[in-house]
């Protein structure tokens, strides 16, 4: 049986203080601990004097002495000083520092608990539509996704990631149209035949994607086209054979060439359901809302109202049933809810996917709730911003059009290979190797360049700049893994081995070892607020402090053996902490560079 994982540096220090302030009558909350501001002055601070001061009618710097006193221990505080009118600041001894790392060495988790109450967690992401072309902006939504997964799964949560295809809607019914036009003679429209139908399909991928836009724009146009394709809309989803073989073709052609561009930019699903998938749970509980009052007539359709009296502004109805009788995206959210809770039990359902849709989760989610069909579970929708070009507006090919993925990661991948050449990197290597080592530069800088934003907030994409080696750039990552690859493999030829970590020498040193401390506070953020950026940027500030660690530190010159087996252990701490946090960003390692 395993240990359990270590209690984090922040947590002991904490826990130090939360005490300290308890001892004194205050709020253990108070003692919250923290990295500094200003390293000057110490490396953690906690500030919690001020706010006892009007609790306990004390002065907030005699509380803070009075918590210094408490909290006093010799073997984890090098240094406790005030500074103004009771922050306290917090220097860690160096063998403290060194028991952490060697702590965080030992342990196979890096520090990181498992939650200790694990949940079922459903994670709606990429949700592409049949017979489109998967483009950039599907882009975001994949990749932010597939790391949410990756990361509450490393916490050990049950965690389904689910695609939620686009598989029963409007653009179902204008294919089908479409193709009757082009094709009237073939066997799927003759209204007396109820099949068999050919198992190879009539078009392929590349045909529906050149069907799609030219029937869109006439159904957009043309209002006698619209209701031609609706009404093969309707006809599909109440079930006409030949209408329901054409679908099956064109979702699996589809889903095949969706797994071709998933695969390309390294994203994987767990579910593969689409909207269809829940079509026949519909009818069921349909009535089941009419039954509950939930579900009522209005002007031919079947609406939840969805109000609530603090409403600032109108709150539209959600629609179950168009007077049509046809159900909509509302329709199928609803029915998948009530499936995620019922066979999946979900305890949490994440929802990735484009701020412009806020209002339609809002609205489902309080249908959801009213009716029941949510359960216990939680749902969130979690928006993100557009990856814009240089203009500001959301990226576009040079002639205008939305790019492709598979381009974009071509792209990529090339600029990779580019960037390879101008610094000299993998040239006396074989070619496919090479090649696919310019294929992880080109994914890690096209993955950390999405990730590294805040999710909320719109960014603009430049090709030049992620692919660089330098600066905040997942390739800049790439390099500083490999190259402790590198030092360690040049250790193991010389017979040298990873020791155990001494308390540090240097400033560098101690930097270093601070930053590798902070590991689980970086994931617990990124959980939490369902935000992988924190993970972006706790691995580019351990890059940083493995940079200047290495201009103070020359490893392998190193004549003191003990002081070089400690180092060696100490970037391989490193590397495992990068290999870990790349893995939660999707981003793979090459072995050499």
Same mark, same amino acid.
């Given at each position: 049986?395993?240990?359990?994982?270590?209690?984090?540096?922040?947590?002991?220090?904490?826990?130090?203080? /939360?005490? %300290?302030?308890?001892?004194?009558?205050?709020?253990?909350?108070?003692?919250?601990?923290?990295?500094? =501001?200003?390293?000057?002055?110490?490396?953690?601070?906690?500030?919690?004097?001020?706010?006892?001061?009007?609790?306990? #009618?004390?002065?907030?710097?005699?509380? %803070?002495?009075?918590?210094?006193?408490?909290?006093?221990?010799?073997?984890?505080?090098?240094? @406790?000083?005030?500074?103004?009118?009771?922050?306290?600041?917090?220097?860690?001894?160096?063998? %403290?520092?060194?028991?952490?790392?060697?702590?965080?060495?030992?342990? &196979?988790?890096?520090?990181?608990?498992?939650?200790?109450?694990?949940?079922?967690?459903?994670?709606?992401?990429?949700?592409?539509?049949?017979? #489109?072309?998967?483009?950039?902006?599907?882009?975001?939504?994949? +990749?932010?996704?597939?790391?949410?997964?990756?990361?509450?799964?490393?916490?050990?949560?049950?965690?389904?990631?689910?695609?939620?295809?686009?598989?029963?809607?409007?653009?179902?019914?204008?294919?089908?149209?479409?193709?009757?036009?082009? =094709?009237?003679?073939?066997?799927?429209?003759?209204?007396?035949?109820?099949?068999?139908? &050919?198992?190879?399909?009539?078009?392929?991928?590349?045909?529906?994607?050149?069907?799609? &836009?030219? !029937?869109? /724009?006439?159904?957009?146009?043309?209002?006698?086209?619209?209701?031609?394709?609706? =009404?093969?809309?309707?006809?599909?989803?109440?079930?006409?054979?030949?209408?329901?073989?054409?679908? =099956?073709?064109?979702? $699996?052609?589809?889903?095949?060439?969706?797994?071709?561009?998933?695969?390309?930019?390294?994203?994987?699903?767990?579910?593969?359901?689409?909207?269809?998938?829940?079509? &026949? $749970?519909?009818?069921?509980?349909?009535?089941?809302?009419?039954?509950?009052?939930?579900?009522?007539?209005?002007?031919?359709? @079947?609406?939840?109202?969805?109000?609530?009296? $603090?409403?600032?502004?109108?709150?539209?109805?959600?629609?179950?049933?168009?007077?049509d009788g046809g159900a909509n995206y509302a329709t199928t959210d609803l029915a998948t809810i009530r499936q995620r809770v019922r066979d999946l039990h979900a305890d949490l359902i994440l929802y990735v996917v484009d701020k412009r849709q806020s209002l339609h989760f809002e609205q489902v989610f309080r249908a959801a709730r009213k009716s029941g069909l949510a359960g216990n579970a939680v749902m969130e929708h979690l928006p993100f911003g557009t990856m814009n070009g240089a203009d500001g507006r959301p990226f576009k090919t040079r002639e205008g059009g939305v790019m492709r993925l598979k381009?974009?990661?071509?792209?990529?991948?090339?600029?990779?290979?580019?960037?390879?050449?101008?610094?000299?990197?993998?040239?006396?290597?074989?070619?496919?190797?090479?090649?696919?080592? /310019?294929?992880?530069?080109?994914?890690?800088?096209?993955?950390?360049?999405?990730?590294?934003?805040?999710?909320?907030? $719109?960014? !603009?994409?430049?090709?030049?700049?992620?692919?660089?080696?330098?600066?905040?750039?997942?390739?800049?990552?790439?390099?500083?893994?490999?190259?402790?690859?590198? +030092?360690?493999?040049?250790?193991?030829?010389?017979?040298?081995?990873?020791?155990?970590?001494?308390?540090?020498?240097?400033?560098?040193?101690?930097?270093?070892?601070?930053?590798?401390?902070?590991?689980?506070?970086?994931?617990?953020?990124?959980?939490?607020?369902?935000?992988?950026?924190?993970?972006?940027?706790?691995?580019?500030?351990?890059?940083?402090?493995?940079?200047?660690?290495?201009?103070?530190?020359?490893?392998?010159?190193?004549?003191?053996?003990?002081?070089?087996?400690?180092?060696?252990?100490?970037?391989? @701490?490193?590397?495992?902490?990068?290999? @870990?946090?790349?893995?939660?960003?999707?981003?793979?390692?090459?072995?050499?560079?």
């Amino acid at each position: 049986m395993s240990q359990p994982a270590p209690i984090s540096l922040l947590e002991e220090l904490t826990a130090r203080f /939360a005490a %300290a302030f308890a001892g004194l009558g205050a709020d253990p909350a108070l003692g919250q601990v923290a990295v500094s =501001q200003r390293p000057e002055l110490g490396q953690f601070q906690c500030n919690g004097a001020m706010s006892a001061s009007k609790a306990l #009618k004390r002065n907030p710097r005699e509380i %803070a002495e009075a918590v210094v006193v408490a909290a006093r221990d010799e073997a984890l505080f090098a240094e @406790l000083t005030l500074a103004g009118p009771g922050f306290i600041n917090v220097r860690v001894t160096d063998a %403290a520092l060194a028991a952490r790392a060697n702590a965080l060495a030992a342990d &196979p988790r890096l520090g990181i608990a498992r939650a200790a109450v694990p949940q079922t967690v459903v994670i709606d992401y990429g949700g592409p539509n049949v017979a #489109k072309p998967m483009h950039v902006g599907h882009l975001r939504s994949s +990749i932010i996704g597939d790391s949410l997964v990756r990361l509450f799964r490393f916490l050990g949560h049950d965690v389904k990631g689910d695609i939620h295809l686009g598989d029963w809607g409007t653009q179902m019914g204008m294919l089908i149209y479409e193709l009757s036009r082009l =094709q009237p003679n073939l066997p799927y429209f003759d209204p007396a035949l109820a099949g068999p139908y &050919p198992a190879e399909p009539p078009v392929t991928m590349e045909d529906l994607q050149a069907m799609y &836009p030219a !029937v869109a /724009a006439r159904c957009k146009a043309d209002e006698d086209e619209r209701r031609a394709a609706t =009404q093969a809309t309707v006809e599909l989803q109440q079930g006409r054979p030949g209408y329901r073989a054409l679908w =099956q073709h064109f979702r $699996d052609l589809s889903i095949a060439e969706l797994k071709a561009d998933f695969h390309r930019l390294g994203v994987d699903f767990d579910l593969w359901y689409g909207e269809s998938d829940y079509e &026949p $749970d519909i009818p069921a509980m349909i009535a089941e809302l009419r039954a509950a009052g939930v579900a009522i007539e209005d002007a031919g359709a @079947l609406i939840i109202p969805v109000e609530q009296p $603090d409403d600032k502004k109108p709150m539209p109805p959600v629609m179950l049933l168009k007077s049509d009788g046809g159900a909509n995206y509302a329709t199928t959210d609803l029915a998948t809810i009530r499936q995620r809770v019922r066979d999946l039990h979900a305890d949490l359902i994440l929802y990735v996917v484009d701020k412009r849709q806020s209002l339609h989760f809002e609205q489902v989610f309080r249908a959801a709730r009213k009716s029941g069909l949510a359960g216990n579970a939680v749902m969130e929708h979690l928006p993100f911003g557009t990856m814009n070009g240089a203009d500001g507006r959301p990226f576009k090919t040079r002639e205008g059009g939305v790019m492709r993925l598979k381009d974009l990661i071509a792209m990529m991948t090339d600029e990779a290979h580019k960037r390879m050449l101008e610094a000299n990197v993998a040239q006396d290597y074989p070619g496919a190797e090479r090649a696919a080592i /310019a294929h992880k530069v080109g994914m890690a800088a096209l993955r950390y360049a999405d990730l590294m934003n805040v999710r909320t907030a $719109d960014y !603009v994409f430049d090709i030049e700049r992620f692919t660089r080696f330098e600066g905040r750039t997942g390739s800049y990552l790439l390099y500083a893994a490999v190259r402790i690859q590198s +030092i360690l493999r040049k250790a193991a030829e010389r017979q040298l081995a990873p020791g155990t970590i001494l308390p540090p020498a240097c400033d560098e040193e101690r930097a270093l070892v601070l930053a590798l401390a902070q590991l689980p506070e970086a994931l617990r953020a990124a959980a939490d607020q369902r935000m992988p950026h924190h993970l972006c940027a706790f691995a580019f500030d351990l890059g940083q402090a493995l940079s200047r660690f290495y201009n103070a530190c020359h490893i392998m010159d190193e004549k003191d053996a003990a002081r070089q087996a400690s180092w060696l252990g100490l970037v391989t @701490l490193v590397l495992r902490e990068l290999e @870990l946090l790349l893995g939660l960003l999707g981003i793979e390692i090459p072995e050499r560079m």
